[in-house]
């Protein structure tokens, strides 16, 4: 197979919170960001629209900021959705957008592939949401389980968070040819002496994406949110044991042999490949 130089982006931003319209804006922002520097894809982190829902870990339920969250979320087929869609068209870039998608009301975690034309590939649903993630969103199906076929950029595919946990998840879409994966991640804290678990830091999420790479043979992009103040204020979690303080935006690309990629360089609010 001939090599090729394939010109990534991950998006590293803090998203902004029930406000779908102010959080395409963002979206939108980014996507053309990355096209203009030259950027051929344009990674998401997981819900990048509008934001995760990090009250869920700190309290059983909270139905007011669940409404908040609901109406908030996008919608496959809305405006919003053939906004973010022509802007990536504008700017001839493949994106891959991680949202909280509403479906009547109902949600799921989602990655939509949309095409530098400004088609959505393929959607994918998270199959399985992790822990209390289940008090809001739904399960996804079989739909779920497709890679998109970009040419000249190669056979991208994509899973959410702790998916990344499951191995028959991992053999399928390793049997598919992915060459490029989307790793997304809600943010994440650094630290051996976290106060939670380690496979849920920075270090362990990290490992998480490399062992992908290093199974699969393939180039990692693994995408992070970034956790402010404000979120943490807005959501009420500091008392939790998750999410209590600032952080997160860990962005990375791995090689196939597990390493982090040497030709990056961060530009604001994202990291991008070096192609040589």
């Known amino acids: 197979m001939a090599s090729r130089n394939v010109r990534v982006a991950l998006a590293q931003a803090a998203s902004i919170d029930f406000d779908l319209q102010a959080s395409v804006d963002k979206a939108c922002q980014l996507i053309a960001e990355a096209g203009q520097t ?3 894809l344009i990674a998401f982190p997981e819900t990048f629209i509008p934001g995760y829902p990090f009250w869920i870990w700190s309290r ?25 869609c022509a802007v990536a068209a504008e700017n001839n870039i493949e994106v ?42 739904g399960e996804g199906s079989g739909s779920s ?16 968070c702790w998916e990344h946990t499951q191995p028959l998840l991992k053999y399928h879409t390793y049997a ?14 650094p630290g051996n002496n976290a106060e939670t678990l380690w496979n849920t830091t920075t270090e362990g999420q990290q490992n998480m994406s490399r062992i992908y790479a290093v199974e699969g043979s393939y180039f990692v992009l693994h995408c992070t949110g970034v956790l402010t103040q404000n979120t943490i204020d807005k959501m009420q979690t500091h008392s939790g044991q998750l999410y209590k303080r600032p952080g997160g935006g860990c962005c990375a690309i791995h090689g196939p042999d597990g390493r982090n990629s040497q030709r990056t360089f961060r530009k604001m609010r994202m990291v991008f490949s070096m192609p040589t």
Do not use: C
């Open 145 to 160: 389980l497709l890679i998109a076929d970009v040419p000249g950029v190669g056979k991208v595919g994509g899973l959410d």
């Open 96 to 137: 891959r957008l991680g949202y909280s998608e509403n479906d009547d009301d109902s949600l799921y975690i989602t990655q939509s592939h949309i095409s530098s034309d400004g088609v959505i590939r393929m959607s994918r649903r998270k199959i399985k949401p992790t822990h209390v993630e289940r008090t809001i969103f």
């Open 176 to 189: 598919q040819g992915e060459q490029i994966h989307v790793s997304a991640w809600p943010p994440k804290m």
């Open 38 to 40: 030259g950027a051929q």
């Open 60 to 84: 059983g339920i909270d139905v007011e900021m669940t409404k908040r969250y609901i109406k908030s979320s996008l919608k496959r087929d809305s405006p919003e959705m053939k906004r973010i």
